[in-house]
């Protein structure tokens, strides 16, 4: 029984020789193909319309915008409504022109501080007042010649004060002479009020 011959290996060299290759196995989506945008049940990918994104951010400047003004307008408003109260001096001059030249007692709270005395001047407008009211006239409070003594957070302020008026064609005047004391609590504030002559 002669011996079964090898097979002999394919014609060609060696290095003609080409691998197998394994076919691709193809994969149910390059069978199928892409899923159509008809298919029932696939959700249509959530795209935000541009306007929307515009108006969005065009809101979010907008609010910036006024909250700056907003907050500009509010800083200006207080600096303007807000009192000088740098000085002993500036804080008399305010608080007198506002007590006895404006007569708004509701404003003069802002020159003063809590538990002021200031009856004295307030018994002075009501007696202005009083002879205005009685002669028919105008009488015109100044103030000057001004003399500050300050000692830590007190201050006392001297001044003339004028009282001045026509009678008659006849210009009178009276001048008297006060103290105001003040306290600096965050700024000047009156905190006493008296007549030395």
Do not use: H
Not at 20 to 25: E, G, Q, V
Not at 175 to 190: A, D, F, K, Y
């Amino acid at each position: 029984m002669e011996a079964p011959k090898p097979s002999e290996p394919p014609s060609g060299s060696p290095g003609e020789q080409t691998p197998a290759i394994p076919a691709a196995r193809e994969s149910p989506e390059s069978v199928s193909g892409p899923p159509s945008a008809a298919e029932p049940g696939a959700a249509p990918p959530r795209v935000r319309p541009r306007w929307r994104v515009v108006l969005l951010v065009l809101f979010a400047v907008v609010g910036a915008i006024c909250t700056g003004v907003l907050g500009t307008g509010y800083f200006l408003y207080y600096k303007a409504s807000e009192p000088d109260r740098s000085t002993p001096t500036v804080v008399v001059r305010q608080y007198l022109e506002v007590v006895l030249n404006d007569r708004d007692q509701q404003r003069s709270g802002l020159f003063t501080c809590r538990g002021v005395d200031d009856s004295q001047l307030r018994a002075l407008l009501t007696d202005v007042e009083a002879r205005e009211q009685r002669f028919s006239i105008s009488i015109r409070p100044s103030w000057e010649n001004f003399d500050v003594a300050t000692q830590g957070r007190n201050a006392t302020v001297t001044f003339d004060l004028r009282l001045s008026t026509t009678v008659d064609g006849i210009a009178q005047r009276e001048v008297q002479r006060w103290e105001i004391g003040l306290v600096n609590q965050s700024g000047w504030r009156v905190c006493s009020t008296k007549r030395v002559s």
